[in-house]
């Protein structure tokens, strides 16, 4: 079923329980009618309100089954006696991932205040093999799903010459640093060209996948604004949550369409295409189950009714290129944006990606520019100001020592190891493949048991999976650490251990240890945002 998505500010909706104003879903004659005529008996007027507000929230029930209860929830949580048993259930929970957090650390020295004298230089980097020594994963045995994309002794010996070279140097000023300045632009030109790009020097380098989603969404917002609508972006359930991220930050409108283990096709989206729509997403391949959409059918068609088309090869960027049967560059005319990341399989350190544009109208749309600031004129084409030229620099070098011949070989042996796993979880009766993924990542789930129980045998044997939801789900992302020897093992423990839950007769009411990387699971999908708020601040509390 087609879903559209364009919640309400649960805050906004709450205003009527404490302020006497008329909302919309409800008639402002029936508000007004029920308190005139309680004001005479001398009721609560707290209670008077709290009624009408759990009033909307029925009717809201009961013309959206999900945004009623959403909203009702919102509401119950103002209740004295829901509140604090939803407060002790969150404190258990934020509990237990602290001390799972902290456990690896319960013997090492914190240091919460600046030394006043500082320490000597063998101390601190034997502290910092010490705390490197730190890996509940065995990185060098390839059982990591993603996460480290390449362990070429080849680049690890370039960065430890070069780091030392640009470690101080700062892109904001090209005048003190053009050889960052002129690296970056390489990079960006390099980029550009795999791409096809008609101008492979518009574009910028930025910290990631999730900034080159933010600063294209920025653009097409800023479009939008100019054209008088409010900017509205359609796109794939699948799609990467940073998208999400960006509507929230800029105020935009998400039509999210229920594609989950399919390719996202222009029948999908034709019904959404309005003259409010901004911008279509379609993902080259989709992070959580590796699947490719069919931009060829959607960037013509978007093409012919001017709506902008964003390619998100976070992913694929240096992988899709490569692959002669899958096309997504900008000799489709359709495509107006692709991100793309050089920390992944570009094989560059972490903080890397690549945003281009099919013209430089709208990389102007993204920067910012404070042109009557004391400080003197200002302009950026990212959302930081000081970036790291160290990264830019190792980039550069990663690029010009893997080659195109490097990168294309990789690709290829990825991709052969793909679909060897793809293979082995089609030929077992208990396992559902997810979709048909062909170039990096291998979703998995299963009718016959708990996905999930088989993620935490695999756990116990030292793999270390994505973990996804919606439908229960695990993935396994196949980098360049990954051998043929490393991913038969991985098919053979995935077999082994579906037979032993199958004979087990109590399957059905095992209960997983770990969902989505953590030792605590939750049962209530009301508080998961709660309980992962708590976990970002657990992360800086360690003690």
């Known amino acids: 079923m087609d879903i559209v998505k364009n919640y309400l500010n649960p805050i906004n909706l709450i205003k009527p329980i404490n302020l006497i104003k008329p909302i919309n879903l409800i008639n402002p004659i029936n508000l007004i009618k029920p308190i005139n005529l309680i004001k005479p008996i001398n009721i609560n007027k707290e209670l008077i309100l709290e009624l009408i507000g759990l009033y909307t929230l029925l009717k809201l029930g009961y013309n959206n089954l999900k945004l009623g209860k959403y909203y009702t929830f919102y509401f119950l949580k103002k209740i004295p006696l829901i509140k604090n048993q939803i407060d002790n259930k969150v404190l258990e929970i934020r509990n237990g991932m602290k001390k799972d957090l902290n456990l690896p650390f319960q013997n090492y020295k914190n240091y919460l205040n600046i030394p006043t004298i500082g320490n000597e230089s063998n101390d601190i980097i034997e502290s910092v093999n010490k705390l490197m020594e730190i890996k509940p994963y065995n990185l060098s045995n390839g059982r990591v799903s993603g996460c480290v994309y390449s362990n070429s002794l080849k680049l690890n010996n370039l960065m430890n010459e070069i780091f030392p070279i640009i470690e101080r140097t700062n892109p904001l000023h090209p005048n003190i640093f053009p050889g960052i300045r002129k690296m970056e632009a390489e990079i960006i030109n390099m980029c550009g060209n795999l791409l096809k790009s008609p101008n492979p020097e518009v574009g910028c380098f930025t910290s990631g996948g999730t900034e080159s989603i933010l600063l294209a969404m920025r653009c097409f917002k800023k479009i939008a604004k100019t054209n008088g609508y409010k900017g509205e972006i359609v796109l794939a359930k699948s799609a990467h949550a940073a998208f999400w991220k960006a509507a929230e930050y800029f105020d935009m409108d998400i039509i999210e369409i229920e ?20 911008v279509v997403v379609v993902s080259v391949p989709s992070y959580n189950f590796g699947i490719v959409d069919n931009v060829k059918e959607i960037t013509d068609y978007c093409y012919e009714n001017n709506v902008y088309v964003h390619g998100d090869m976070c992913l694929g960027g240096f992988l899709v290129p490569f692959l002669p049967d899958i096309i997504c560059d900008f000799s489709l005319p359709g495509l107006t944006s692709i991100s793309m990341d050089t920390h992944k399989y570009g094989y560059g350190p972490k903080g890397g990606s690549v945003l281009l544009y099919r013209d430089k109208k709208f990389l102007k749309n993204h920067c910012f520019v404070k042109e009557d600031w004391t400080g003197g004129i200002y302009g950026t084409s990212n959302l930081t100001g000081s970036r790291s030229g160290a990264v830019i620099g190792l980039t550069w070098a990663t690029m010009l020592s893997v080659g195109i011949n490097g990168y294309k070989k990789e690709a290829q042996k990825i991709r052969n190891l793909t679909l060897k796993v793809s293979k082995s979880i089609n030929e077992n009766p208990h396992l559902e493949l997810m979709g048909g993924p062909s170039v990096c990542i291998v979703a998995i789930s299963s009718s016959s048991f708990n996905i999930y129980l088989l ?89």
């Open 259 to 278: 594609t989950i283990d399919k390719s996202l096709e222009l029948n999908d989206i034709k019904k959404y295409i309005t003259h409010n729509t901004t």
């Open 455 to 543: 993620a935490d045998k695999m756990k116990e044997l030292g793999w270390s999976l994505g973990v996804l939801q919606k439908p229960d789900s695990f993935h396994f992302c196949i980098t360049s650490i990954h051998t043929n020897d490393i991913i038969q093992n991985f098919i053979d423990d995935i077999n082994n251990l579906t037979n032993e839950i199958m004979k087990d007769e109590n399957k059905q009411s095992m209960t997983p240890k770990c969902i989505y990387g953590t030792t605590q699971k939750v049962d209530d999908e009301e508080i998961i945002s709660d309980m992962v708020k708590e976990y970002i601040c657990c992360l800086s509390e360690i003690k």
